[in-house]
């Protein structure tokens, strides 16, 4: 009897791993030629995200994307959407494409930024300052608005000392998180007690007004606020304004105080604190301290008088 033959018995073996691995190709793409054939058509339903009290769209393409499918061949059902006011609410919409349906959700939304006209705030000094303050009429968004201080502290610190502080940001939140920012200027000016005389002038080149202080009895209470308003050609302006980059201590005319510049009107506006000496200096004069004389001191001098705060 011959012996096995060992390399036949091999070869035979190695036939069979091929077929298997021959098969197992067959199988893999199979696969993979079903597989692709299933990616390229089809419908996928989109996350859909509509903005609060926004419109609702009626584009099917909005909703979902077509492989193999004409879109104007399917049908969109939206009517589950009734509401975009409710912040966060999700509704079902079907598109239906040869008799099948498939479904996906849209859900209300707020991705814009609150928008609010802002105005400038005066103030006495050591007195209190609120971020809405700023806020000239009501927020622009789908939803209510919050307001604060980006630095509260730097709020605290400039409302004990008289300036202009022109850089000052509030942050508008609204119900969404979403956050703007604006920047706001605050003028923190000497508290003068209850009414005052207000007696303005017109000198050359600018206008002065004095603000003189009077308590319940009507008497001088020594302090005043001197404000003197220059008006500028727009070359002048653009100078003095270059030059004097801190407002609390703007210089013009040899007067030094604390400055206000309004681009719109190419006016300057300098305030300072006067005390009754100072005024006396003036006028070479001692100054009443009742309201009638106070009165009738100012108006010989060439100024009108009015009661004011």
């Known amino acids: 009897v011959a012996p096995p033959n060992k390399k036949k018995g091999m070869n035979k073996l190695l036939f069979v791993i091929i077929i298997v691995l021959a098969l197992c190709a067959v199988g893999v793409g199979v696969y993979i030629f079903l597989h692709m054939s299933q990616a390229k058509t089809g419908v996928v339903t989109k996350t859909v995200n509509i903005e609060r009290n926004g419109e609702i769209s009626s584009d099917i393409n909005d909703y979902a994307t077509f492989k193999g499918v004409k879109s104007s061949s399917c049908m969109l059902d939206i009517t589950e959407i009734k509401d975009t006011s409710k912040l966060g ?61 980006k630095d509260e502290d730097k709020v605290i610190n400039a409302i004990k000392t008289v300036g202009v502080y022109s850089d000052i940001v509030i942050v508008i939140t609204d119900e ?18 209850g009414i005052s005389l207000v007696c303005s002038i017109d000198r050359e080149g600018y ?33 003095v304004k270059s030059s004097n980059t801190d407002l609390n201590n703007v210089t013009y ?55 004011g705060y």
């Not at 004095?210 to 653009?238: M, Q, V, W």
């Not at 006016?267 to 005390?275: D, G, S, V, Y």
């Not at 004069?285 to 060439?302: C, D, H, Q, R, V």
């Open 176 to 193: 969404a998180g979403n956050e703007t920012e604006k920047v706001v200027k605050l003028t923190v000016e000497e508290e003068i007690p």
């Open 207 to 239: 206008k002065e007004t004095t603000k003189l202080g009077l308590n319940k009895d009507n008497l001088f209470t020594k302090k005043a606020i001197r404000i003197y308003t220059f008006t500028l050609t727009s070359e002048t302006y653009n100078t």
């Open 253 to 307: 005319n040899n007067i030094t105080g604390v400055g206000v510049f309004d681009d719109a009107t190419l006016t300057l506006t300098i305030t300072k604190n006067m005390t009754s000496d100072e005024l006396a200096g003036e006028a070479n004069s001692a100054i009443p301290e009742g309201y009638s004389e106070l009165k009738n001191f100012y108006t010989t001098l060439g100024y009108s008088c009015t009661i």
């Open 89 to 149: 609410e999700e509704y079902n919409f079907t598109i239906t494409c040869n008799n099948i349906k498939y479904t996906g959700k849209a859900k209300i939304v707020d991705t814009v930024k609150p928008d609010a006209k802002t105005k400038d705030v005066t103030i006495n000094v050591n007195s209190t300052v609120k971020a809405e303050d700023f806020i000239d009429g009501k927020c622009d968004d789908a939803s209510d608005c919050n307001y604060k201080f």
